[in-house]
């Protein structure tokens, strides 16, 4: 049987999820201290051939996502204009 674990901080957010039945672990950090609001997930794998995999999101003061990466790698960033329609592409 597969099951999942569930752990969450102070405030009630996610912060851990074990799957797998422990082989892979993926946590959650959140940085609200100042804009960007960012939040950091981090999917690691009880596994030596393989590495962990960091995705970092970034949001405006609206909660609009403005920035994804992972591993480094840029996935997407957007801007908004005044009423709140992206005015850049997403990559």
């Keep these: 049987m597969v099951y999942d ?3 969450y ?3 009630g957010r996610i912060a851990v999820v074990g799957s797998l039945n ?7 950090q959140y940085d609200f201290s100042h804009i ?3 939040i950091t997930t981090t999917r690691s794998y009880n596994d030596i051939l393989i590495p962990d995999h960091v995705f ?5 003061g609206f909660g609009k996502s403005i920035f994804k990466k992972r ?6 960033e957007a801007k908004y204009d ?3 329609r ?3 592409p997403s990559i």
């Design 5 to 7: 674990t569930y752990v």
């Design 9 to 11: 901080d102070s405030r």
């Design 22 to 28: 422990g082989r892979q672990n993926t946590s959650y």
């Design 36 to 38: 960007p609001n960012k």
């Design 56 to 60: 970092v999101e970034q949001f405006d």
């Design 71 to 76: 591993n480094a790698i840029r996935l997407s």
């Design 82 to 84: 005044g009423m709140f």
């Design 86 to 88: 992206p005015i850049t």
